[in-house]
């Protein structure tokens, strides 16, 4: 049996996140969120001492991503996220950490380690993947695939406004020049660059809600399984 799967690609702050698990209870299918492992590992290699020395520690940080301890649970408020034995939901997904994703990601050796560990996700009756590279390098045969982005500014400020409602006083100045460098290291990096798949649906949100996203994915989505 073939396994369905949809990817849903695009920079930090897109809504992908967001989209992909709504997509994902839509069509009853498996989650990845290819960024939160990035995520874990970032985080794993950083409470080790070794997000600065990933050039020079680079053997011992490709051991520790072959064996990281990490779980997705599901619960009543969503999906848990555990490294280590410990729920590191919150913390993952804080700018910091959000650095050392995208630190880790310029890295082939680490993007090698980590990619039997994406495609185990593919399981019946379909997976929606999200990430930077889903439809470009790890599941280039997916039969949907939609690239979602928006505008810097945009991007910004929902970061903004969700951070502050978690608490959090930031400026839109720093969020805004985090999301440019991030978004220039993920599309100039030399192995697997964030762009679009050449067959991909292109969505830019910057002026759309989640609710009209959605309709346009679900759309586009349902053409392609029907093929």
């Given at each position: 049996?073939?396994v369905?799967?949809?990817?849903?690609?695009?920079?930090?702050?897109?809504?992908?996140?967001?989209?992909?698990?709504k997509?994902?209870?839509?069509?009853?299918?498996?989650?990845?969120?290819?960024?939160?492992?990035y995520?874990?590992?970032?985080?794993?290699?950083?409470?080790?001492?070794?997000?600065?020395?990933?050039?020079?520690?680079?053997?011992?940080?490709?051991?520790?991503?072959?064996?990281?301890?990490?779980?997705?649970?599901?619960?009543?408020?969503?999906?848990?996220?555990?490294?280590?034995?410990?729920?590191?939901?919150?913390?993952?997904?804080?700018?910091?950490?959000?650095?050392f994703?995208?630190?880790?990601?310029?890295?082939?050796?680490?993007?090698?380690?980590?990619?039997?560990?994406?495609?185990?996700?593919?399981?019946?009756?379909?997976?929606?993947?999200?990430?930077?590279?889903?439809?470009?390098?790890?599941?280039?045969?997916?039969?949907?695939?939609?690239?979602?982005?928006?505008?810097?500014?945009?991007?910004?400020?929902?970061?903004?406004?969700?951070?502050?409602?978690?608490?959090?006083?930031?400026?839109?100045?720093?969020?805004?020049?985090?999301?440019?460098?991030?978004?220039?290291?993920?599309?100039?990096?030399?192995?697997?660059?964030?762009?679009?798949?050449?067959?991909?649906?292109?969505?830019?949100?910057?002026?759309?809600?989640?609710?009209?996203?959605?309709?346009?994915?679900?759309?586009?989505?349902?053409?392609?399984?029907?093929?």
């Open positions: 049996m073939t369905q799967i949809i990817t849903i690609d695009g920079p930090s702050g897109s809504g992908k996140g967001t989209l992909a698990a997509i994902a209870a839509h069509y009853q299918y498996h989650l990845l969120d290819s960024g939160a492992l995520r874990l590992l970032g985080l794993s290699l950083h409470k080790q001492d070794l997000i600065d020395s990933l050039d020079t520690q680079l053997e011992s940080c490709v051991k520790i991503a072959t064996n990281l301890d990490i779980k997705f649970v599901t619960n009543e408020s969503g999906i848990s996220v555990l490294l280590d034995g410990e729920d590191v939901s919150k913390i993952i997904r804080t700018e910091r950490v959000g650095e994703a995208s630190k880790v990601a310029a890295i082939p050796a680490l993007r090698t380690a980590l990619l039997e560990r994406q495609h185990a996700f593919a399981q019946s009756p379909g997976l929606v993947a999200d990430g930077r590279d889903m439809a470009t390098t790890i599941f280039p045969n997916a039969q949907a695939k939609i690239y979602l982005t928006a505008s810097a500014q945009s991007r910004a400020e929902r970061r903004v406004n969700q951070l502050q409602a978690m608490g959090v006083d930031v400026k839109i100045s720093d969020i805004l020049a985090n999301i440019e460098a991030r978004d220039k290291r993920d599309m100039e990096r030399t192995v697997a660059p964030l762009k679009p798949a050449p067959d991909a649906y292109f969505i830019d949100s910057s002026n759309l809600t989640i609710d009209e996203v959605f309709t346009l994915m679900t759309n586009y989505i349902d053409q392609q399984l029907a093929n």
